[in-house]
């Protein structure tokens, strides 16, 4: 049985089967309507979402299966001092797989010990996101053709940004991946990730902290939430969250056919003016995350569609 906890648990040849898979899914999605007859995905959410959550769902249902599941630790049995081992025993009766999403950093993990079906971490904390970068992979490839040779500006809150986190271990892994990580000094990335994955491995990387100095090299821009829920303190969030606003007058110092992505819920810091700009991709990239969550749920129930 597999759990996914990182995007570094499937290798790239197996990234690369699942992302084709989600493909597949979305131009014969018929083809998989009742590929998870009979199935159930749990979905325990300890943490607010709109998008992984209900892509989670959406994805099973999509497949035949059906959904259980709560939406906030104070619905659940956490409210009452439960802890995710006894959680996830008690999950594990109930449904064939279940997704966590968790404010503590390793909780999904600690879940996945005691767990007898496969669990995915849909976010812990300040740590990881894989399916949000499966989701980042699917709308790379399917909208540039390639995973490798780019440029990629990182933009926001690279400190608590999760889903940042989890986007650099998994494009490290294609060749020529260059980085523009472009942030306040206060939300740099974490040295952690800075030396051991981005030194380590020799990527080519610099740091700039005004949007405008990147602009011309991108071939995509991540843009991300400051992530207020992990600050501690109201006053440096509130100094941080306007820092970038990605707006039209910046989109005109951009290559023609740079990508903007954002893993959403977007506060201030893309414009809705940009919506219109063909290179806005933000909301395709959250309909591929169904795509890709439900090419997840065949590949970890182990479910063949011929
Ligand atoms: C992200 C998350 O939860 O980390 N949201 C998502 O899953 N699409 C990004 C965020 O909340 O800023």
Redesign the pocket.
């Known amino acids: 049985m597999r759990h996914l906890m990182s995007p570094m648990d499937f290798s790239v040849e197996e990234l690369d089967r699942l992302l084709s898979l989600a493909i597949d899914i979305e131009q014969n999605p018929k083809k998989f309507a009742h590929a998870c007859d009979g199935k159930k995905l749990a979905t325990c959410f300890y ?1 607010p ?1 709109t ?2 959550r209900l892509s989670f769902e959406a994805a099973m249902l999509n497949l035949g299966g059906s959904v259980l599941g709560f939406s906030s630790a104070d619905s659940s049995s956490a409210a009452k001092g439960e802890s995710v081992s006894d959680t996830i025993r008690v999950i594990s009766c109930y449904a064939d797989i279940c997704a966590m ?1 968790h404010p503590k950093e390793g909780a999904p993990l600690v879940a996945s010990l005691k767990s007898t079906i496969p669990v995915i971490n ?2 812990d904390g300040g740590h990881q ?1 894989p399916t ?1 970068t499966l989701t980042d992979l699917l709308t790379i490839r399917s909208l540039k053709g390639h995973l490798g040779d780019l440029t990629i500006g990182l933009c926001g809150d690279l400190k608590f ?3 940042v986190h989890s986007l650099i271990h998994a494009l490290i892994r294609y060749p020529n991946i260059r980085f523009v990580l472009i942030s306040p000094e206060e939300l740099r990335v974490p040295s952690y990730i800075r030396e051991d994955v981005l030194d380590k491995n020799h990527i080519p990387y610099r740091e700039v902290e005004r949007l405008e100095d990147a602009m011309a090299d991108l071939d995509i821009l991540y843009m ?2 400051v ?1 207020k829920e992990r600050f501690f303190n109201e006053e440096d969030y509130v100094r941080m969250k306007d820092f970038y606003i990605l707006d039209k007058a910046k989109m005109t110092l951009a290559k023609k056919d740079m990508l903007v992505l954002h ?3 977007r506060v201030n810091e893309i414009s809705v003016e940009v919506d219109d700009d063909p290179r806005a991709a933000y909301f395709k990239q959250a309909q591929y ?1 169904v795509y890709v969550r439900m090419a997840l749920i065949l590949t970890l129930l182990e479910v063949e569609v011929c």
Do not use: K, M, V
Request: hydrophobic share 10%.
């Open positions: 943490e979402s998008r992984t999403r849909a976010g996101h949000q940004g999760r889903t991300t939430r992530q893993p959403l819920p995350g």
